[in-house]
Nanobody
Framework: EVQLVESGGGLVQPGGSLRLSCAAS????????MNWVRQAPGKGLEWVSG????????KYADSVKGRFTISRDNAKNTLYLQMTSLKPEDTAVYYC???????????????RGQGTQVTVSS
């Protein structure tokens, strides 16, 4: 059974930082691309960032480029999202999402975790 468990969310002031983690199990983590997506209150799902299975190739949404960094540790079956210079508009539930192949995917995921809340507010 595929499981994706996010952690690391919380309340942070504007300009602050958070590091999200996603522990993966139930599949061969190193073989699949992974993504972070988010959903703000009252809005649809937004793709944030993705990473190829090998961890070298990454991509970011324009809204987070230069502030967020995606990475993965295939030995630990864990996906990360380092978030810096956080803004109130980054407030959302953040999900890790598995691609159906070795690449990141901005639109299609076959599994998604339960999410972790990130709130940016003073």
């Amino acid at each position: 059974e595929v499981q994706l468990v996010e952690s690391g969310g919380g309340l942070v002031q504007p300009g602050g930082s958070l590091r999200l983690s996603c522990a993966a199990s139930g599949f061969t983590f190193r073989s699949y691309g992974m993504n972070w997506v988010r959903q703000a209150p009252g809005k649809g799902l937004e793709w944030v960032s993705g990473i190829y299975s090998g961890g070298v190739v990454t991509k970011y949404a324009d809204s987070v480029k230069g502030r967020f960094t995606i990475s993965r540790d295939n030995a630990k079956n864990t996906l990360y999202l380092q978030m810096t210079s956080l803004k109130p508009e980054d407030t959302a539930v953040y999900y890790c999402a598995k691609s159906p192949d070795a690449y990141y995917n901005e639109r299609m995921y076959d599994y998604r975790g339960q999410g972790t809340q990130v709130t940016v507010s003073s």
